[in-house]
């Protein structure tokens, strides 16, 4: 069955970085694309960046553009998300989910916390 | 940008009756090559990852119940809950994918029992 497994969350000082990963199983991951979307506590959700199967298109949220990145290795059937400068409104739970770009998202994985505070 | 917005915020209707959520699209999200609108619908319970409901506007996702059913084309859509039942209760989104490059989420619509 199709799996998705995020790890990589936890309390961060602003400023400082972060990598969040998304273990993948039960479907071809070099065929698929990967997005990751968070949830402020209470708040809906907000899509966050995007990488296609091969890594060659990667796209992002102006809110985390220029410091958040996106990455892929299919060897490892895994997807990261390096985040840099964070900031106390980039706490969320952060979820990677299945879709290819101009796609539906059919698989999610149960997320990450990231909490940014001093 | 695309901007989705959803009505109401906040829905309480009875067990066993309709519950209807109004999605709208800042630009059409329907691609005239295919004729399909890239509007998907989810389900958010607490504690737990939203879960596909309903895509291409009106394709219902395997093993979702036959009491929801998706409607609508351009920018209009709905999401329509037929006889409600107590496992409904959750925040319900739509998402347009008609962007390669920026999904955009609806607010979200809380449906409570009433």
């Known amino acids: 069955q199709v799996q998705l497994v995020e790890s990589g969350g936890g309390v961060v000082q602003p400023g400082r970085s972060l990598r969040l990963s998304c273990a993948a199983s039960?479907?071809?991951?070099?065929?698929?694309?990967i997005h990751w979307v968070r949830q402020a506590p209470g708040k809906g959700l907000e899509w966050v960046a995007v990488i296609s199967y091969d890594g060659s298109y990667k796209y992002y949220a102006d809110s985390v553009r220029g410091r958040f990145t996106i990455s892929r290795d299919n060897s490892k059937n895994t997807v990261f998300l390096q985040m840099n400068s964070l900031r106390a409104d980039d706490t969320a739970v952060y979820y990677c989910?299945?879709?290819?770009?101009?796609?539906?998202?059919?698989?999610w994985g149960q997320g990450t916390l990231v909490t940014v505070s001093s | 940008d695309f901007i989705m917005t959803q009505s109401p915020d906040s829905l309480a209707v009875s067990l066993g009756e309709r519950a209807t959520i109004k999605c709208k699209s800042s630009q059409s999200v329907l691609y005239s090559s295919n004729n399909k609108n890239y509007l998907a619908w989810y389900q958010q319970k607490p504690g737990q990852p939203p879960k596909l409901l309903i895509y291409?506007?009106?394709t219902r996702e395997s093993g979702v119940p036959d009491r929801f059913s998706g409607s609508g084309s351009g920018t209009d859509f709905t999401l329509t809950i037929s006889s409600l039942q107590p496992e409904d209760v959750a925040v319900y989104y739509c998402?347009?994918?008609?962007?390669?490059?920026?999904?955009?989420f609806g607010q979200g619509t809380k449906l409570e029992i009433k």
């Open positions: 998402q347009q994918y008609y962007s390669t490059q920026r999904s955009t």
């Open positions: 989910a299945r879709g290819d770009l101009a796609y539906y998202f059919d698989y």
């Open positions: 039960g479907f071809t991951f070099s065929n698929s694309g």
């Open positions: 291409w506007a009106s």
